[in-house]
T-cell receptor
Framework: AQSVTQLGSHVSVSEGALVLLRCNYSSSVPPYLFWYVQYPNQGLQLLLKYTTGATLVKGINGFEAEFKKSETSFHLTKPSAHMSDAAEYFCAVSDNTNAGKSTFGDGTTLTVKP | DSGVTQTPKHLITATGQRVTLRCSPRSGDLSVYWYQQSLDQGLQFLIQYYNGEERAKGNILERFSAQQFPDLHSELNLSSLELGDSALYFC?????????????FGSGTQLSVL
């Protein structure tokens, strides 16, 4: 069984500040981990994913995440927030068989203040 | 634009009724996935089809069914609708199936059951 916990349903940062969205997972098998972004009235868009190999994963729009097995975490960061980053972010975990059969976190809404 | 098309965008119906949601995957994608996003349950994987065959099942109710047609479009049928079925239903597609596939999501169908 797998589960995902996103710490903080709402995160607010100032434009130019560091973005840190937290995700912890539970998995009985080596996990595949994903971060998705959802803009209003749109579907989810893949930001980045970790499958195997390098634990620091770089994604689109300047985001990156680090897989830390010892902490069962996969936190999403961006050095400098932009107004266009305001959206809802979902962390997801799947097993190593099917990317679509993922378990999603409850989401974190990111607000960027000018 | 992800290339995945969902129709209709909005659907309002009454309890006890039956509705059909349609998804056209990106050109060339063989896998279609269905998800339900609601305030109380969050984002949940429902079912996956690959090249016309059911491949994975998630938290899909017995009142719900899906199919994928020879032209690869998919339909999600929801019957005996209840108030709690009100949600945003997404479909996603990928080229193949497997853990490393990148999913492309449609914009969703907002279902309101009154």
């Amino acid at each position: 069984a797998q589960s995902v916990t996103q710490l903080g349903s709402h995160v607010s940062v100032s434009e130019g500040a560091l973005v840190l969205l937290r995700c912890n997972y539970s998995s009985s098998v080596p996990p595949y981990l994903f971060w998705y972004v959802q803009y209003p009235n749109q579907g989810l868009q893949l930001l980045l994913k970790y499958t195997t190999g390098a634990t620091l994963v770089k994604g689109i729009n300047g985001f990156e995440a680090e897989f830390k097995k010892s902490e069962t975490s996969f936190h999403l960061t961006k050095p400098s927030a932009h107004m266009s980053d305001a959206a809802e972010y979902f962390c997801a975990v799947s097993d190593n068989t099917n990317a679509g059969k993922s378990t999603f976190g409850d989401g974190t809404t990111l607000t960027v203040k000018p | 634009d992800s290339g995945v098309t969902q129709t209709p965008k909005h659907l309002i119906t009454a309890t006890g009724q039956r509705v059909t949601l349609r998804c056209s995957p990106r050109s060339g994608d063989l896998s279609v996935y269905w998800y339900q996003q609601s305030l109380d349950q969050g984002l949940q994987f429902l079912i996956q089809y690959y090249n016309g065959e059911e491949r994975a099942k998630g938290n899909i109710l017995e009142r719900f069914s899906a199919q994928q047609f020879p032209d690869l479009h998919s339909e999600l049928n929801l019957s005996s609708l209840e108030l709690g079925d009100s949600a945003l239903y997404f479909c996603a597609s990928s080229v193949d199936q497997g853990a490393k596939e990148k999913l492309f999501f449609g914009s969703g169908t907002q279902l309101s059951v009154l």
